[in-house]
């Protein structure tokens, strides 16, 4: 999730992220997923505020921060993740 200059939430997700999640655990990403992008759309600062702390089924938020310098891993993947 990236906040934008003007403040709003985007989310940007790993185009075969299906492929990469266990099975059992698709359709739940898939409703969080799908919350998230709701709650972006009505209070993006309050969403953006919880995402540090989340820690929600299968999704644990494990780092947060305002640059990608340090991540080569994420800072290689991420042109190449889209929006939901």
Not at 2 to 17: N, T
Not at 40 to 55: M, Y
């Given at each position: 999730m990236?906040?934008?200059?003007?403040?709003?939430?985007?989310?940007?997700?790993?185009?075969?992220?299906i492929r990469i999640v266990q099975q059992r655990d698709r359709d739940y990403i898939d409703f969080l997923l799908n919350d998230f992008k709701v709650r972006?759309?009505?209070?993006?600062?309050?969403?953006?505020?919880?995402?540090?702390?989340?820690?929600?089924?299968?999704?644990?938020t494990c780092e947060t921060g305002s640059s990608l310098k340090g991540h080569p891993l994420i800072s290689g993947q991420y042109r190449s993740f889209v929006q939901f």
């Open positions: 990236i906040r934008s200059k003007e403040g709003d939430a985007q989310i940007l997700v790993y185009p075969e992220w972006a759309g009505l209070d993006p600062a309050a969403l953006l505020k919880q995402i540090p702390s989340l820690n929600v089924g299968p999704v644990v």
